[in-house]
């Protein structure tokens, strides 16, 4: 968007009358909610690699 196209009025007008800060507060959530949820999943993967790796793991056999 060109701000610079328009009067300093309407741009003024048009912050004024937008969403407020309602959507970058949701947005933060859910960008929060999805950081937590990545942070489990990671933790689960290395209790795995940590648990294949400190024991013998029971693949195929070697021939």
Same mark, same amino acid.
């Given at each position: ?19 407020? !800060? ?9 960008? !929060? ?6 942070? !489990? ?23």
């Amino acid at each position: 968007m060109d701000f610079g196209a328009l009067p300093p009025e309407v741009n003024s007008g048009r912050l004024y009358a937008g969403p407020g !800060s309602a959507p970058l507060v949701a947005a933060a959530s859910a960008w !929060s909610g999805l950081a937590s949820e990545l942070s !489990s999943a990671a933790d689960g993967y290395q209790r795995v690699v940590t648990t294949l790796h400190a024991e013998e793991w029971l693949g195929r056999r070697r021939r």
